[in-house]
């Protein structure tokens, strides 16, 4: 098993990127991905990317990844191209922060937009333009695009949604899987094994079955040796970020204890 860790910090949408990473690292978290929600971290605020650089450096924390802004109108099936061509720049914006910093992973969803209603073919085909437009965007700045498969109820969540996107782009992007979308629609083995070596990527977090709660691994109903076992099947050896909702107090024992927890469902 050759996979890292880290913690991502969007979770804690509520607190300052910076307090939030401090916080990480006095739980010995040692890598991060960082998020994008408004009032947390704003990724094209020049100053406020010098700043967190500067901090992740003296605290010798490492910038893994990014998740690009998401919701509203970002979103990357959108029909109207001007709201796709937004979703297209926040994303550019996250990669040039994340690179900033010293990172090279920035993270997308398919898109954010519930099936019902919509005309689903065209809003993947949607997707899967704007998709490769930051394929080739972001190759040219040296950042990896990892895709993450979106709640079973969303536009892309389910596997052969996902899996026409996927394939209609370059071998260069990766996939992200997430723990609790998958599982919610219990599409994780069968995407596990369809993405293969496109997997670069998981978010990790549990649920009790119907939400996508953010809870720590080990507090829903996620078998997590299955999850390692398959991704020891496949080979992983790419990075399994916890993604878990912030406390209210207490932060840095309760990631610490998290942290802990999914080392010892997962493995080393």
Same mark, same amino acid.
């Given at each position: 098993?050759?996979?890292?860790?880290?913690?991502?910090?969007?979770?804690?949408?509520?607190?300052?990127?910076?307090?939030?990473?401090?916080?990480?690292?006095?739980?010995?978290?040692?890598?991060?991905?960082?998020?994008?929600p408004p009032g947390h971290f704003d990724p094209?605020?020049?100053?406020?990317?010098?700043?967190?650089?500067?901090r992740l450096r003296q605290l010798s924390v490492?910038?893994?990844?990014?998740?690009?802004?998401?919701?509203?109108?970002?979103?990357?099936?959108?029909?109207?191209?001007?709201?796709?061509?937004?979703?297209?720049?926040?994303?550019?914006?996250?990669?040039?922060?994340?690179?900033?910093?010293?990172?090279?992973?920035?993270?997308?969803?398919v898109s954010d937009v519930p099936r019902e209603?919509?005309? %689903?073919?065209?809003? @993947? $085909?949607? =997707?899967?333009?704007? #998709?490769?437009?930051?394929?080739?965007? /972001?190759? *040219?700045?040296?950042?990896?695009?990892?895709?993450?498969?979106?709640?079973?109820?969303?536009?892309?969540?389910?596997?052969?949604?996902?899996?026409?996107?996927?394939?209609?782009?370059?071998?260069? %992007?990766?996939?992200? @899987? $997430?723990? =609790?979308?998958?599982? #919610?629609?219990?599409?994780?083995?069968? /995407?596990? *094994?369809?993405?293969?070596?496109?997997?670069?990527?998981?978010?990790?977090?549990?649920?009790?079955?119907?939400?996508?709660?953010?809870?720590?691994?080990?507090?829903?109903?996620?078998?997590?040796?299955?999850?390692?076992?398959?991704?020891?099947?496949?080979?992983?050896?790419?990075?399994?970020?916890?993604?878990?909702?912030?406390?209210?107090?207490?932060?840095?024992?309760?990631?610490?204890?998290?942290?802990?927890?999914?080392?010892?469902?997962?493995?080393?």
């Amino acid at each position: 098993m050759n996979w890292q860790y880290a913690a991502a910090t969007g979770g804690c949408a509520d607190r300052p990127v910076v307090a939030t990473v401090e916080a990480f690292q006095r739980a010995g978290i040692t890598a991060v991905e960082l998020g994008t929600p408004p009032g947390h971290f704003d990724p094209w605020s020049h100053a406020t990317v010098r700043a967190l650089r500067t901090r992740l450096r003296q605290l010798s924390v490492r910038p893994v990844s990014i998740h690009a802004p998401f919701g509203g109108l970002l979103d990357l099936t959108d029909p109207n191209p001007h709201h796709r061509h937004a979703a297209i720049g926040a994303i550019l914006s996250a990669a040039t922060a994340v690179r900033e910093v010293g990172g090279s992973r920035v993270v997308v969803h398919v898109s954010d937009v519930p099936r019902e209603g919509n005309d %689903v073919e065209a809003r @993947l $085909d949607h =997707a899967a333009e704007a #998709l490769n437009v930051l394929a080739r965007a /972001l190759q *040219q700045m040296s950042v990896t695009l990892a895709v993450e498969t979106p709640l079973p109820h969303l536009i892309g969540g389910h596997p052969n949604e996902f899996e026409t996107v996927i394939a209609r782009l370059p071998l260069s %992007v990766g996939v992200c @899987l $997430d723990t =609790a979308h998958t599982t #919610l629609g219990q599409y994780w083995d069968r /995407l596990v *094994q369809s993405v293969g070596y496109r997997l670069i990527h998981v978010h990790a977090s549990d649920h009790r079955g119907r939400f996508d709660d953010h809870l720590p691994p080990g507090e829903g109903i996620i078998d997590w040796r299955q999850i390692r076992q398959s991704l020891e099947v496949i080979g992983f050896n790419g990075w399994i970020v916890l993604e878990i909702a912030c406390p209210d107090h207490a932060m840095s024992s309760h990631f610490e204890r998290a942290m802990r927890r999914m080392r010892m469902l997962i493995g080393e």
